[in-house]
């Protein structure tokens, strides 16, 4: 067995172990004298479903929302900073990156501070995880559209006459719909489980589903609280199945 394929099967223990133990717990009557002691129950399943069941909807919205802001944001910027050699391109990327180096919490903070009447509507959160995603969807398609040979079948549409705008419908957007998709879903994903920025901009009367996890360990049983997390995993497998198809799928180009 390869070192490569040793290190793939600890990093699925590391992953699987846990989940499988949280899983545990959310099917256990009482969990306190041991796992299944007191019998096997799928009763705090769910009335773990029906209290997440909102914040996760919400939750859900947001991350849509963001993906969609990122990409409509992100495309522009990444095509101009991909592109472009000038000092104010460059600046606007790093820029834009930023926000990896900066605490959540700081992030919260300087985003409730000048923007606090924001905070009720709910904007305030949107503004927040996209400042927060935007840098990893700048990641996925500068380097895609910074390609030469895109560059070039670009010209070649340019000088056969094609305009811009079918220019970019029929070779830049599907040239780059791994890396489209691929962004999008991360902005997705690291929305809907984003918790610090969460934690302090939301308004608490309408919470996000990784705030209700915290609340449900503080307040609640742990085998609700367990259950609670099985249905956050469960709802996250839909993307990361996507993720991991794209992978392959980026795999498979760069050996043809």
């Known amino acids: 067995m390869t070192a490569s394929r040793v290190w793939l099967w600890l990093m699925l223990g590391v992953v699987l172990v846990p989940m499988i133990a949280t899983l ?7 969990f306190i ?3 299944y002691t007191g019998g096997f ?17 919400h939750s ?36 834009a990156t930023v926000p990896l180096a900066v605490p959540g919490i700081a992030i919260s903070v300087a985003l409730i501070g000048t923007y606090a009447e924001l905070r009720p509507s709910g904007l305030l959160l949107l503004i927040g995880h996209v400042v927060f995603t935007l840098p990893f969807t700048l990641a996925a398609l500068v380097p895609v559209l ?27 957007i599907p040239w780059c719909l791994v ?25 608490p009367a309408n919470p996000t589903a990784p705030f209700a996890l915290f609340d449900a360990y503080q307040t609640r049983r742990l085998e609700l ?15 990361f199945a996507v993720l991991v198809a794209l992978r392959a799928r980026m795999h498979e180009r760069s050996l043809s």
């Open 24 to 30: 545990v717990v959310a099917t256990s009557v009482s």
């Open 33 to 35: 004298a041991g796992p």
């Open 41 to 57: 129950t799928l009763d705090w399943m769910g009335l773990g479903f029906r209290l997440l069941s909102p914040t996760l909807l």
């Open 60 to 95: 859900a919205t947001v991350g849509v929302a963001v993906a969609v802001i990122n990409l409509v944001v992100g495309g522009p910027l990444a095509w101009w900073s991909s592109r472009s050699s000038s000092f104010t391109a460059r600046a606007v990327g790093y820029l």
């Open 146 to 172: 910074a390609s030469d040979r895109l560059d070039e079948c670009e010209q070649v549409a340019l000088s056969l006459g094609a305009s811009r705008v079918r220019q970019v419908l029929t070779i830049t």
């Open 179 to 203: 890396a489209i998709v691929q962004a999008a879903a991360m902005s997705y994903a690291l929305s809907y489980g984003e918790f610090n920025i969460s934690f302090f901009v939301n308004a």
């Open 225 to 239: 609280a367990s259950a609670m997390s099985v249905w956050f995993i469960v709802s996250l497998l839909p993307v």
